[in-house]
């Protein structure tokens, strides 16, 4: 039988790492958003270089900024979008392995909370489970 | 009984797929269907307004200059001249905007526009793909509240190894619902294979007899078949009262199943004696080559579409009309035999009975027969006729040429030693020695009445 202190110790490690892997999922759907961003991006201007190649040299190509509309050059325009799409997939290809680390992360943490939970003493099954509740629940969102 | 003779287990659903699970995936699954069904409507708002769009700029520079009342600000116009109708600055993305003229315009329109359909088919794709999961799900949970069980048995059956224990989708048949249906089975495995064996039996001897016959030693070896078709009709004759009897017992869905199988088993004995038919056919003079292929080609196709037909009847069943409608064409039939100069009328009739689901080769047979006949006499012109009408038919029922095991034994046989007549198998009468085409047809149509459910004649010629 393990005393309330240490059963008290037992049930603040347990929160930290329930705190812990909350974090991590927070950074992993915030990573989630961004790679979405990232990805609508990167589409729209593949649409943009498919269309400025059709184009024919003479074409007049103008580019917004801000409320100014500015004429650009077709050729230096062509450049400018793809450099863009590189930038965008070498962001994408980063956040990935990002996003990987932060699973990898989140499991191990899981697994840590699952072996804390079990091991506790069943006579209070309360905090516990409801912390195990807590995180069924999040992981699911 | 029977069932204690067979190891079962049951399994109630419940504990598979827990109720209240499985209406939470409905549920969930239900919430993914409504956010596609909004992005459907949101893509099909964007398609609408891509058309608009295409229609105003092709109708711009109808005019030099339009009188309009131009937006100034929020909430205010004033009265104003659209001047250069033909330039259009297009938004490509990204803030970039490009000069086109309005014919330029619209294609770039129509290439979004194509770009937004193909995200919609997509998105259709999907909510199709949710549509069914939801509706497994939907039936998994009332099967389960329901408190459906699920049995399973083995099945002890050494011939028939396709009919397994009935596992997977949950049914509510009792356990000896099965046995029967196994049993008969098992008996009419047996039958079958005597039947096969017998079959090869002939095919033997008509092949070794097949060499250098002239006609009338044809129809000597096709007599001597004769009585062993008998016995096999005989047979077939058994085969179908049984299945009879086990039409109105059993279940339709077994039965079509049973059906089916006894149905192949048809399909396989048919196509044998067809080819036994074809064996004595052998070389007959070179004037007859063509004809002899045209009646091969026909032989084949009236194979194919035989047993075309009694794979489909296996699922339907339209004993009545059938009948009615054999009747009708086979009159018909007789009629243009006799002229032989309708040819076209009877590759139309082959045509009709090609396109109803009728499982009665030996219309087709007779069809075949008569068009056999009219060809040994014909012109090269009707041998035109009836070639593409032919290849139609292979075409058609060219899968099933390969289901039937029995057709890749004997690539070599001649089509004029075989017996080009289809067969018919009469429940009741045994009518094998008669030789006449136009008095088979009768026969047949006289018969008819009195099997309404017999899934295919064979005719004897």
Known sequence: ?141 | MEEAAKKGRVTPLASLFPVEEAQKAVRRVHETLSEKESELDRFRGFISDNTNLINLVQKLPEGLHHNIMVPFGKAAFFPGRLIHTNEFLVLLGEGYHVERTSKQTVEILKRRGKALQSQVESLKATMQDLKAEASFFGITASEAAEGLVEIREDYVEENFTERESQSGPPKEHPPSFSEADKVKVAVEDEEYSCMVSRLDELEKAEYEAGYGNETHEDIENVAVSDEEYARMMSRLDELEKEELEAEFVNERDEDNAKLAVNDEKYAHMIARLDEIEKEPETECGNERDEDEKIKADFDQSSDQISLDKINRFSEEYQSRKLLEQTKDKKSATEETLDKRDTQKDLTDRLNCTGLTVQSRPKEEMSHGKGLVHGIMKSTPLEKALVLPEVKENVQAASSLRSEAPLQDSKPGFDSRKAFTGSIIERAHNMQTSSSQQAATSSQSTVTQPSKPVSRFKMQRR
């Open chain 1, 1 to 141: 039988m393990a005393s309330p202190a240490a059963l008290r110790e037992l049930q603040r490690e347990l929160e930290t790492k329930a705190d812990d892997l909350n974090k991590i999922q927070k950074d992993i759907s915030k990573n989630h958003q961004v790679r979405k961003k990232y990805t609508i991006q990167l589409g729209e201007n593949e649409l943009v270089l498919k269309e400025l190649d059709l184009l024919s040299e003479d074409a007049n190509v103008y580019k917004l900024i801000g409320p100014v509309l500015v004429k650009q050059d077709l050729a230096e325009a062509n450049a400018n979008v793809r450099k863009r799409i590189e930038y965008m997939s070498a962001e994408l290809k980063r956040l990935d392995t990002t996003l990987q680390d932060l699973e990898d992360k989140q499991n191990s943490k899981r697994d840590a909370v699952c072996l804390k939970g079990t091991t506790e003493d069943p006579i209070t099954p309360g905090r516990e489970s409801q912390g195990i509740v807590y995180f069924h629940t999040s992981v699911r969102a």
